[in-house]
């Protein structure tokens, strides 16, 4: 099980993901879309991406707006895990 | 667009839908599913029916669970085109 990050850190992470917010013991990230189906091609890409990595975000589609939020639950809050999914989920949008 | 259904007509349409929540100007669904990209089958499902019919609804995805939830924005509560999307909905999990 990956360490939690501490909140230090996760200011220092975060900087490299400027899409990306911190709540809690969440991060997380909404993206518009011009088009509903192109949303939904993105969550499928996020799923692909959890399936692979065995770590499930939280998502929640509202029309062409899709938010992701991730943290790491056995761990109680953010660890590497989260921060380096972020990184490939952005990956999907570049 | 389509006219409101009142709270009494709401009552009737649910007794068909027994899978369905009447909550607010909402009816809403929750589904568990074994496998995690079974859920996500199901939401690609959903929106598929959804661009179909032009009527998008709220989706959540928590891990293996998947919330639906519908009502008709423009019409300000549920109209029959919600109650139709939930049977289509339904009949994705038959």
């Known amino acids: 099980m990956s360490e939690l ?10 900087k490299k993901l400027p899409e990306w917010e911190h ?25 692909e ?8 975000p939280d998502i929640d589609i509202r029309w062409c707006t899709i938010t992701v939020r991730l943290t790491s639950h056995e761990a109680g809050g953010l660890t590497d895990i989260d921060f380096e999914m972020a990184k490939k989920i952005d990956n999907l949008t570049d």
Chains 1, 2 share one sequence.
């Open 23 to 47: 709540e809690g013991k969440e991060i997380f990230r909404i993206i518009e879309f011009d088009e509903f189906m192109d949303g939904i091609d993105f969550v499928d890409g996020v799923a």
């Open 49 to 56: 991406i959890a399936e692979e990595d065995g770590h499930h």
């Open 5 to 14: 990050v501490d909140s230090e850190e996760i200011e220092v992470l975060l």
